[in-house]
C-alpha cells in the first residue's frame, strides 16, 4: 500500500511540475523540460563524445574558452589568455569559481582535467597535441604544445575538455560519469536512466544564478512523440523536429520553431576492416547504388543539401571541388563483379533508434538491391551502438558528426586518422598513411591557405577510398513554447539554456 501511495504521489508531484514549468500561458514556474531523442550515455566528458551526452554536459560543466554561434573565442573560466609563442598559451582563470561541490577552481583542477583527458581513448584526440601543462599559480595555467597548433583555442572550447574537479573526480572513482561535478550553471540532481536526468540551479554560478531552477532531460526517442508532447505542454523544448511536424509546429501560435545551419554532417560508414567492405571496389559499388536526392526529399523535406564531404561549408578547410558520388548503377554492377561477386552479396547496416537515419536505411536498402546487394537493417540501442560500434562488430552503420570547433582538424581526424581508430570516432577502421600524414602536417599548419590545401587533399582521397560516405548537410532544429524566453538556436546542437526564462 505505501508503494503504491508513493507512486501516486510521484505521479502527483511530476504533474505539479509539468504544470508549473511548461504548460502554456499558466507556465510560469521554474522548471524546464526538454526532450531529445536519445538518453545521454555518460556525464562524464571524458568517457563518451556523443551528442545526447553532450547536451546536458554543457549545462553542467565550463570550459576555458567558449565558441560563440559565430566561431569566435570568448572567456569563460579562463577570463583572459595570452600566446607568447606559436607553442604556448598563458591562461588566467577566473577566482572566486567555486565547483557544485563546494571547493574552489584552481589551476591544478585544469591540469588535471586536461591530462585526463589525453589518457581517455574517447576524447585524447581533442589534446593530442599538448605535451605540457604548467600551473605556476594557482590561476594561470600554460599550455605547450608539440608544434605550433592553430586550433588549440577551438579544442580547448570542446566539451570534450570541461574542467572537473580532481576532488569530486577520485572520490566518485568508476561511478563519477552518474554523479557529475562541474561548475556550471546548473547543477546535477538525479538520472532514471532511459527516462529522464533532473539539474537544479546553481545560485552561486559566476555569470549569476540561471533564471530557471530546475531543468529536466527527457528522452523522447519517436520525433513525432516529442512534437506531440510539446503541443499539450508536457515539455517546453523538443529538439530535433522531424520536417512532418515542422509545418504544423509552425502554425501553432502558442510555439516558437527554430531551425538554421548545423555543423554536421549525415554519413554512412563502412567497417573497412571487415571482408567484403575492406575492398575498395565494394564500397565503391556501394556508393555508386546510392542517390541521395530522394532521401533529401523524402527523409530531409528538402531541409538538408547533398554533402561533397565529410564537413560542411561553414567548417574552416572545407572544399567545395571534393567530388560528390552520383548514382551509376551499371558502375556498380561492374564493380561487384570485379571485386568477386557477380551474383551480388549481403551485409548489414546498423542505425540508432532515430527515425531519419532509419528511413535513410529502408531507402538506401532499396536502391542497393538494384547492383545486387541484400542490404539488412539492424536498429541497436543507442549505448550499445556506440560501444559495439566502437569495437569494430558491425559492417555498414549510419551515424552523423558534428564538427563543434568549426575547424577541419576535428571534422577530418577523429573520422579517418589511424590514431583515432574505435570509439574516438574512426569507427570505418580505416588507415592510409598518407591521410594520417597530411592531417598531422595540416595540424601544425601555421598559414591558413596552406592548412585549407592539405584538408582539400584528404578531402580528395576520403572521397575516392570511401571509408565514409557523406549524404547531407542537415539543419539543426527546435521548437519551444512561447513562454520559454531567451532560447537561441546553436550549429553545434548542443543549446546552452543558461539565460533561458520562463514567462510569468
Known amino acids: 500500500m505505501m508503494r503504491k501511495l508513493c507512486k501516486i504521489a510521484g505521479i502527483l508531484l511530476l504533474g505539479m511540475i ?28 571524458h568517457a563518451t563524445n556523443d551528442q545526447p551526452s553532450a547536451a546536458v554536459a554543457i549545462q553542467i560543466y565550463n570550459t576555458l574558452v567558449e565558441q560563440d554561434n559565430d566561431k569566435n573565442i570568448t572567456p569563460s573560466l579562463a577570463e583572459s589568455w595570452t600566446r607568447p609563442d606559436a607553442r604556448t598559451t598563458v591562461f588566467k582563470l577566473r577566482r572566486g569559481v567555486k565547483f557544485h561541490n563546494g571547493e574552489e577552481l584552481k589551476a591544478s583542477d585544469v591540469k588535471f582535467t586536461l591530462e585526463r583527458a589525453m589518457e581517455s581513448p574517447q576524447v585524447n584526440f581533442i589534446v593530442e597535441t599538448v605535451s605540457e601543462i604548467e600551473t605556476p599559480d594557482d590561476y594561470t595555467v600554460v599550455i605547450r604544445t608539440e608544434k605550433p597548433f592553430a586550433g588549440i583555442l577551438s579544442h580547448l572550447s570542446h566539451n570534450a575538455v570541461s574542467i572537473l574537479s580532481e576532488k569530486a573526480v577520485k572520490a566518485a572513482g568508476a561511478a563519477y560519469g552518474e554523479h557529475p561535478v562541474g561548475t556550471g550553471p546548473f547543477k546535477f540532481e538525479s538520472w532514471q536512466s532511459g527516462d529522464r536526468i533532473v539539474l537544479s540551479a546553481n545560485e552561486n554560478y559566476f555569470a549569476g544564478p540561471p533564471a530557471v ?62 571482408a567484403p567492405l575492406d575492398d575498395l571496389r565494394v564500397r565503391q559499388a556501394i556508393c555508386s547504388a546510392i542517390d541521395i536526392d530522394p532521401m533529401i526529399d523524402a527523409v530531409f523535406k528538402a531541409g538538408a543539401v547533398k554533402a561533397n564531404s565529410l564537413i560542411p561549408p561553414n567548417v574552416f578547410g572545407y572544399s567545395k571541388t571534393a567530388k560528390a558520388w552520383n548514382r551509376d548503377v551499371e558502375k556498380g554492377k561492374a564493380l561487384l563483379a570485379e571485386a568477386g561477386y ?44 556506440l560501444d559495439l560500434t566502437g569495437r569494430g562488430e558491425h559492417e555498414m552503420y549510419i551515424l ?37 600524414s ?65 514567462a510569468q
Not at 18 to 45: I, N, R, W, Y
Not at 367 to 381: A, C, H, T, Y
Request: hydrophobic share 40%; with cysteine; proline share 4%.
Open 438 to 502: 597530411l592531417l598531422d602536417e595540416a595540424k601544425t599548419e601555421t598559414d591558413e591557405d596552406k592548412r585549407a590545401a592539405l584538408y582539400a587533399k584528404v578531402q580528395d582521397i576520403i572521397q575516392e577510398e570511401v571509408p565514409v560516405y557523406p549524404i547531407a548537410y542537415g539543419n539543426t532544429s527546435a521548437a519551444a513554447l512561447k513562454t520559454v524566453k531567451g532560447f537561441t538556436l546553436r550549429a553545434t546542437g548542443s543549446h546552452r539554456l543558461y539565460g533561458v526564462s520562463l
Open 213 to 274: 531552477k530546475q531543468l529536466i532531460f527527457r528522452n523522447i526517442p519517436e520525433n513525432a512523440a516529442r512534437a506531440i508532447a510539446l503541443e499539450a505542454g508536457e515539455i517546453g523544448i523538443a529538439y530535433g523536429i522531424d520536417v512532418t511536424d515542422k509545418e504544423r509546429l509552425m502554425a501553432n501560435p502558442k510555439i516558437d520553431y527554430y531551425e538554421g545551419p548545423s555543423l554536421s554532417t549525415t554519413y554512412v560508414g563502412f567497417n573497412a576492416r571487415k
Open 400 to 436: 552523423g558528426w558534428g564538427t563543434v570547433t568549426a575547424d577541419a582538424d576535428y571534422g577530418l581526424a577523429p573520422l579517418v586518422h589511424t590514431d583515432n581508430m574505435g570509439g574516438a570516432g574512426n569507427r570505418s577502421f580505416y588507415s592510409n598513411p598518407v591521410v594520417d
Open 18 to 45: 509539468f504544470f508549473h514549468g511548461c504548460g502554456e500561458e499558466k507556465a510560469a514556474g521554474p522548471t524546464l523540460v526538454v526532450a531529445q531523442g536519445a538518453d545521454a550515455k555518460s556525464l562524464d566528458p
Open 342 to 385: 557477380p551474383d551480388g552479396l549481403k551485409v548489414s547496416l546498423w542505425t540508432n533508434d532515430n527515425q531519419q537515419r532509419r528511413d535513410i536505411a529502408v531507402i538506401m536498402q532499396a536502391q542497393l538491391k538494384d547492383i545486387g546487394v541484400d542490404m539488412s537493417i539492424e536498429v541497436v540501442d543507442w549505448g550499445a551502438f
